[in-house]
């Protein structure tokens, strides 16, 4: 039997960036990767977690609700407000969270199950059916989550809803497997084909996800793959060329479509709130040129018989 209840730390209707037409998006927690560049650090664990905004405290002298609750010692103050919440000693109790009259503390994540989803997705169905969207379940890396992922999936094509499922692709075959059925159209990256370099990046090597992309297309799924373009990371000419020998040879070029996406410093206040440090912090980049660079690369990808893209949205 399948897993009826996930963890889910974000829903975001009417998306269009994540598959074809108009889109409910799921985003689960958990993921085997930490890429320096990631926005979503709050889908790392896999489980509910407290962030911390401390400038939404209304001071310990006004409140000191979250101190007064737990029982582990783990609220730091500094000047009167909340500073951080030390994760050594934090048991993810949410205590402090169900305390806090004014969002100083955010609950990142939250279980649901197939049918609280559904609730949400059904209420979109008439959108799905105009322009040809559906349901997409994204991370973190959902497939950490199969079995709720696939009975989900599964409601969803019983109701003739399109399915998409973003992953990393860092994950065992089985795993993959338990989805397939129920699953129209997949969405993964090639990071960089160097697997020591990958390593450095995202904590993991790039072995097991380029076995599972070849197996992908051996099956003949339908494959989006996107490359996160970062400076000085994987935007040379080496990797590009070896990215673009990688889809030709071992995918056959059988790829829908290669999307882009440019570097952006994205989702530093939840590294913050986290007290997780922001890898990237020191990369600075003229947003001009660089996306000239992009565009540029999506050129090259072009003129070898590649369908390329810059950004997410879908485009024939």
Not at 109 to 133: A, L, N, Q, R
Not at 147 to 165: G, P, Q, R, Y
Not at 239 to 245: F, L, Q, V
Request: hydrophobic share 30%; with cysteine; glycine share 8%.
């Amino acid at each position: 039997m399948l897993a009826t209840q996930g963890i889910v730390f974000n829903i975001q209707r009417y998306t269009i960036h994540d598959g074809p037409g108009l889109r409910t998006e799921l985003f689960l927690k958990g993921c085997p990767l930490r890429c320096q560049w990631c926005s979503n650090p709050e889908s790392w664990i896999k489980k509910i977690q407290p962030g911390v905004y401390k400038t939404k405290c209304i001071s310990k002298s006004n409140c000191g609700a979250c101190e007064e609750i737990c029982e582990e010692n783990a609220i730091n103050f500094y000047r009167g407000k909340i500073q951080s919440i030390d994760r050594e000693k934090c048991t993810n109790c949410m205590k402090c969270y169900d305390e806090c009259p004014s969002d100083a503390v955010k609950r990142w994540g939250e279980t649901m199950s197939v049918e609280d989803c559904m609730k949400i997705i059904m209420k979109d169905k008439g959108f799905y059916e105009h322009s040809g969207g559906g349901v997409t379940v994204s991370g973190g890396e959902p497939l950490l989550q199969s079995d709720f992922v696939a009975e989900l999936f599964k409601v969803c094509k019983e109701k003739e809803i399109h399915t998409c499922c973003e992953s990393t692709m860092h994950a065992p075959w089985k795993e993959i497997e338990k989805i397939l059925p129920y699953t129209d159209l997949l969405i993964s990256d090639l990071k960089h084909m160097d697997s020591n370099i990958h390593k450095k990046y995202t904590g993991v090597g790039n072995e097991l996800i380029l076995k599972n992309l070849k197996n992908l297309i051996t099956q003949g799924r339908e494959l989006i793959l996107r490359i996160p373009v970062i400076p000085n990371v994987n935007d040379n000419e080496e990797n590009i060329k070896a990215s673009a020998d990688f889809i030709l040879n071992e995918l056959d070029g059988k790829v829908r479509t290669l999307q882009l996406l440019s570097f952006m410093r994205l989702g530093e206040e939840k590294y913050t709130s986290l007290g997780i440090p922001y890898g990237m912090k020191d990369v600075k980049i003229n947003r001009k040129i660089f996306q000239k660079h992009v565009e540029e690369i999506a050129e090259y990808f072009n003129s070898r018989g590649i369908h390329c893209l810059v950004g997410t949205k879908e485009k024939e």
